[in-house]
């Protein structure tokens, strides 16, 4: 059981957006900052936002990210079949003093 | 160009020790953190821990506190992580990332993985 809550999948067609949720508590989103990870299959995660919605260098304004209270959001437009992959949010708690991550959600490109 | 190459696989039995060794380049080591993240089979991520390249503090994710050791070595800007008493339910891939010099950022990039595998 993941301390953030996030949906096992979500699945859009190429070109359409798609959104991912990410739900946690005061001791966690609601106080600290939230980064959103990709991982393709077989590699290893990539972050795709940090300080809840700024892109790293290299990464496409494609992809979005966004916070309010105590949940977060990922954005994706324009979606590419190669954008299939485990997308995971993850931020500090400040109650058990470890980053805590989401259980993950599977984006599928029909 | 920043990279985090971590040694290779490794299988160990029950109650025995590993430790994994991620390697850094392209940037300064002891500016930044390491911190240790694993993936078991067919599962989510699970931060382990962090240790400071700069002044070697560490924070370890309470579950693992006694079992496990982070150390790096600046000379060869090498972080190492070392995980004792090995039970069937730590294999796992291994990652390291790189982090802030204080704070746990999680920002990255990350290490290819090493896959630690306990079984008899």
């Known amino acids: 059981q993941s301390v953030l809550t996030q949906p096992p999948s979500v699945s859009a067609a190429p070109g359409q957006k798609v959104t991912i949720s990410c739900s946690g508590s005061s001791s966690n989103i609601g106080n600290n900052y939230v980064s959103w990870y990709q991982q393709l299959p077989g590699t290893a995660p990539k972050l795709l936002i940090y300080?809840?919605?700024k892109r790293p260098s290299g990464i496409p304004d494609r992809f979005s990210g966004s916070k309010s209270g105590t949940s977060a959001t990922l954005g994706i437009t324009g979606l590419q079949t190669g954008d299939e992959a485990d997308y995971y949010c993850g931020t500090w708690d400040s109650s058990l003093s470890v980053w805590v991550f989401g259980g993950g959600t599977k984006l599928t490109v029909l | 160009q920043v990279q985090l190459v971590q040694s290779g696989a490794e299988v160990k039995k029950p109650g025995a020790s590993v430790k994994v060794s991620c390697k850094a380049s392209g940037y300064t080591f002891t500016s930044y953190g390491i911190s240790w993240v694993r993936q078991a089979p067919g599962q989510g991520l699970e931060w382990m821990g962090w240790?400071?390249?700069?002044?070697?503090?560490?924070n370890y994710a309470q579950k693992l506190q006694g079992r496990v050791t982070m150390t790096t070595d600046t000379s060869t800007s090498t972080a190492y992580m070392e995980l004792r008493s090995l039970r069937s339910d730590d294999t796992a891939v291994y990652y390291c990332a790189r982090d802030h010099m204080t704070t746990v950022t999680l920002r990255g990039p990350w290490g290819q993985g090493t896959l630690v595998t306990v079984s008899s």
């Open positions: 300080e809840n919605n």
């Open positions: 240790i400071s390249a700069y002044n070697g503090n560490t």
